[in-house]
């Protein structure tokens, strides 16, 4: 495997300079596209690649795992590789339906949600193969299956963050299936519960956080960063160092991406809305693609160590 050298942009006194921060972040990188291709970057270089040209599906959903195993959901199904890129489980969707989200629990379950004309949340064993939860989600239109979900997270608390998009809320629910918080949120992409308690949400033109009772704490809109280019917010993750990671969507189904003009992948934004790094990255020798999944490796994580109410 050929190891590549990184370029990164960062944004400085409002212009963008072409920086050489080959070791400023380490991550993991996947992104919603016509082909399936995720990449772990480390000190700038491509460490690890995967590519699936022949694949029917954009990846809405990837978690790379502390053991080097990828779990990712590709519309049409879930599958999960190891990092020698073997399939250690695979699940095909029902016709109609769709799978945009998946999150590990430990290594021998998964929960995900199905769209389609029943939809639901469900918990697997990928060991026995059986079904250990299920339950129904609502949805504003059960015809329109593609647009119905795209992610959900758990919490530290052992509750399902699930962004409703089509029906414009972003709903807790705890492992029966009740729900337990609620806050409307049109659009919502993902949501994902911060340390403070507050719940950071996002939208394909803006991120918001907001506390417990729903009152909005923080918030950026594509105005906010100034010089770039907008395409789509989807995922907004709060960093430890206080900053939030916000990726740049660019839908490859409008006609080709011309990888001369096509804007930044992802931002790390301050509290003061302050771009600090910009990832622009689309020609060889490190062409990532559009962005869906940044998942960065500064803090030690075990992304599988979660839970879902009991079931652990």
């Known amino acids: 495997m050929k190891i590549h050298a990184a370029t990164f942009f960062v944004a400085v006194a409002g212009l963008s300079s072409a920086w050489s921060q080959a070791d400023r972040h380490d991550f993991f990188y996947a992104g919603e596209a016509k082909t399936q291709d995720m990449y772990v970057v480390k000190g700038g270089k491509i460490a690890w690649e995967f590519h699936n040209p022949g694949s029917r599906g954009e990846i809405s959903d990837a978690v790379l795992l502390s053991d080097g195993s990828v779990l990712f959901a590709h519309q049409f199904g879930i599958t999960w590789i190891d990092s020698a890129k073997k399939v250690l489980w695979k699940y095909d969707a029902p016709e109609g339906c769709e799978t945009h989200t998946a999150q590990p629990i430990g290594k021998e379950r998964l929960v ?7 939809p639901k949340a469900c918990v697997l064993n990928i060991t026995t193969g059986k079904t250990e939860r299920e339950f129904p989600l609502e949805v504003g239109n059960k015809k329109g299956t593609h647009g119905q979900f795209r992610h959900a997270r758990l919490t530290t608390a052992g509750t399902l963050l699930v962004a409703h998009m089509d029906l414009g809320k972003v709903i807790e629910y705890d492992e029966n299936g009740k729900e337990v918080w609620s806050v409307k949120f049109p659009g919502a992409w993902s949501a994902s519960r911060l340390p403070n308690g507050n719940t950071l949400m996002c939208a394909s033109k803006l991120a918001r956080e907001v506390n417990p009772a729903g ?45 001369e003009t096509a804007p930044a992948q992802a931002f790390e934004v301050t509290p003061a809305k302050e771009i600090t790094w910009t990832l622009r990255e689309w020609k060889a020798p490190l062409a990532l693609g559009p962005s869906t999944t940044i998942q960065f490796f500064d803090k030690a994580v075990v992304p599988e160590d979660v839970h879902f109410g009991s079931i652990r």
């Open 112 to 118: 995900f949600i199905q769209n389609g004309p029943e």
């Open 215 to 259: 009152e909005t704490v923080w918030e950026c809109l594509p105005g906010d960063l100034k010089g770039q280019e907008i395409r789509s917010f989807q995922i907004a993750t709060r960093l430890p160092n206080g900053s939030t990671l916000i990726n740049n969507w660019v839908n490859s189904w409008d006609g080709p991406i011309d990888v």
